[in-house]
């Protein structure tokens, strides 16, 4: 018959096989999940800089296939802001004849070209629009790219985020799995129970999730980086830049650029608007050929036409509100526009200076929280304190270095966000 000490001690074992068992499993498990998925991690080089991985980002941008349009759109303002007529040329054809009623023969046949001519106050209104749709062009580029460097930067920050906390939490397992082999050390020498070592193999189960966790992280960024530039290489150091000097949004900014550019299409569109609800003069150009009766002969003319509309401010007025509305529109989408950037940098530009001197506080805690472990650790491999006393040591000291190292990639990512509000672009 087995006593209670044979029956707890068949558990203990037990569950030790349980729990070695189960560690095998979450290991084999992920790493087989992660194979089947393809998640390969991507490859690292040293002499990948960020105008590479920037160019290659732009160039897959599906932003991109706007270019071909706005320069078409651009040529073919740019063709036509030279002409005198406005629209397309009419050919115009009149016939007459009586066969019908008194059929004495009568003929009338004429035909012309029918143009529509510019004012000559309105003739620069063409050259205004080329101008206007070859700037915003230009603008149109600068913004993109502001947008795209915004994006590899933030791509970067997760990278470089999620492979620090990666190292931080394989330097956690390693930490652990020493705690563990102290803690059976002491188990084997009869000093501590199996409970003890239990509980650092749960601690260690639990670590090794955290890992996989974190290296999912890693993989999730790497494919986003993957997906915006097309590389299946990424840069193996941490990308940082300097933080520039200017401290105020200026006009130059690529969005408040590209918004001017708005405004001042939408004002040139006011005077095309104007110009179409006042209408145009019209000149008609041809020939005529009349017959009176079958006893009569045919008399060839030239004949021109001169139309030229008058009057009517009301409709003129009326015709432009709307281009005037858009106008409007674009300058209060400008000055909000100026507005979210003015606060999205001081808000910046506070949190890091939040960030720095959190900073200096983590290091210190640190650096205690790293003598404190080094400490508990000698002491409990001594026997002198209890497993209760020393894990929370641990726990200490591996958040301590954890908050050092996300505040230092924090204060990274802030700079090149303050560079990003700034309207800077490497």
Request: net charge negative; no cysteine.
């Amino acid at each position: 018959m087995n006593t209670p000490w044979q029956v707890s001690k068949v558990k203990l074992k037990f569950s030790y096989y349980i729990n070695s068992g189960l560690m095998l499993f979450l290991l084999a498990s992920t790493f087989s999940h992660a194979q089947q998925a393809g998640h390969e991690p991507l490859e690292k080089s040293s002499s990948l800089s960020f105008e590479e991985i920037f160019n290659h980002a732009l160039n897959n941008a599906p932003e991109t296939l706007e270019r071909t349009v706005r320069q078409q759109q651009a040529k073919a303002y740019e063709a036509i802001e030279d002409s005198w007529i406005t629209g397309r040329p009419n050919l115009v054809i009149n016939y007459l004849d009586d066969a019908l009623f008194d059929d004495i023969g009568q003929r009338e046949i004429d035909y012309a070209i029918q143009l529509q001519l510019k004012r000559p106050s309105e003739r620069n209104n063409g050259r205004l629009l080329s101008d206007s749709y070859q700037s915003q062009i230009s603008a149109w580029e600068q913004a993109l790219q502001h947008y795209i460097a915004g994006r590899v930067r933030n791509s970067l920050a997760d990278i470089a985020e999620a492979d620090t906390l990666l190292s931080l939490e394989r330097q956690a397992t390693l930490t652990t799995e020493e705690l563990l082999d102290i803690t059976s050390t002491l188990f084997d020498a009869g000093e501590l129970a199996r409970l003890d070592v239990m509980q650092v193999e749960n601690l260690l189960l639990e670590q090794r999730q955290i890992e996989l966790e974190t290296e999912a992280l890693l993989i999730d960024a790497e494919r986003a980086y993957e997906v915006l530039t097309g590389l299946h290489v990424r840069p193996d150091y941490t990308y940082t830049e300097t933080r520039v000097a200017e401290e105020d949004i200026l006009s130059s900014h690529p969005q408040l650029l590209y918004l001017q550019s708005d405004i001042n299409l939408a004002d040139v569109n006011i005077l095309v608007s104007e110009a179409n609800a006042r209408g145009a003069p019209t000149v008609s150009l041809g020939a005529a050929r009349q017959r009176g009766s079958f006893m009569q002969n045919g008399n060839n003319n030239l004949t021109l036409s001169l139309s030229i509309p008058f009057g009517a401010k009301n409709i003129v007025s009326s015709q432009t509100s709307t281009a005037r509305r858009n106008k409007v529109d674009a300058e209060v989408l400008y000055q909000n526009t100026l507005r979210s950037l003015d606060l999205a940098l001081h808000e910046v530009e506070h949190e890091l200076f939040i960030t720095n001197e959190a900073i200096l506080m983590a290091e210190e805690r640190s650096q205690l929280a790293e003598q404190s472990w080094q400490m508990s650790r000698i002491a409990f491999a001594q026997g002198e304190l209890t497993l209760a006393q020393v894990t929370p040591s641990l726990q200490a000291y591996l958040n301590a270095q954890k908050e050092v190292q996300l505040l230092l990639l924090r204060k990274e990512r802030l700079i090149t966000e303050y560079n990003q509000t700034i309207g800077v672009i490497p």
